[in-house]
């Protein structure tokens, strides 16, 4: 998912992603961040297409990963819970109605 795709399917708006990330969301999110730099450093990609490409083989590093994960726990790791549990003001004008 993207950023913004992740934020709708968490029910976010406005607030940090990563701060209504779980432990396991946090690291997978991190390894895929760590293995595009790395993978950067070492092709040094030239342009927005070179990077992109850099940027998708280190996304499927953690994607990969998280797939293992899931398989050897059998459930899914990614979460629609946000751990900030927001109630947005209007929401509750609705509910209360």
Do not use: W
Request: proline share 1%; glycine share 6%; net charge neutral.
């Amino acid at each position: 998912m993207t950023a913004s795709e992740y934020k709708k399917f968490k029910g976010l708006r406005k607030e940090s992603l990563r701060d209504n990330m779980t432990d396991l969301e946090v690291a997978l999110t991190d390894l895929g961040e760590l293995a595009t730099r790395e993978l950067a450093k070492e092709y040094k990609p030239y342009g927005m297409d070179a990077n992109k490409k850099i940027a998708n083989i280190g996304g499927s590093i953690a994607d990969n990963t998280r797939k293992d994960l899931e398989n050897k726990l059998g459930k899914s790791i990614v979460s629609e819970n946000n751990s900030l549990n927001y109630q947005y003001k209007e929401d509750n004008l609705i509910e209360s109605k």
